[in-house]
């Protein structure tokens, strides 16, 4: 079987997109209806997608002892204060390890940890 038959039956099990309408957009995150074809021929007319359009970097930094940085924040889905690692998104031109270092020492308060 060659590369181009291979790439052929490789698209035959993927599933088609056969329209999209936006149900919201910001920024941050967009939100669209889909009708989808998946292989086999079962049509899904409702299928939700939330698309982030900004990178997004999320980072583990643990401590000589083994204590892993955690950051509180409250969370209104769940209505709740909830304790998660250092997350968010990557400023244009900054790098993964910038972006980790920003949002540790932010929710953190205090100097950036070092990254590797």
């Keep these: 079987m060659t590369n181009e038959q291979k790439n052929e039956q490789k698209n035959e099990q993927k599933p088609v997109r056969l ?4 149900i ?8 669209y209806l889909d ?19 900004k990178e997004a970097v999320a980072a583990v930094f643990e401590n000589t002892d083994g204590a892993v940085l955690l950051v509180e924040a409250y969370r209104y889905v769940v209505d709740a204060i909830q304790w998660e690692i250092p997350a968010g998104g990557i400023d244009p031109g900054e790098s993964i390890l910038e972006a980790a270092a920003r949002k540790s020492s932010r929710r953190a308060a205090t100097e950036p940890p070092a990254t590797r």
Excluded: C, I, K
Aim: glycine share 6%.
């Design 19 to 22: 329209a999209r309408r936006t």
């Design 24 to 31: 919201y957009e910001n920024p941050w995150v967009s939100l």
């Design 35 to 53: 009708r989808v074809r998946f292989p086999g021929g079962r049509v899904v007319e409702a299928h939700h997608v939330l698309h982030f359009d």
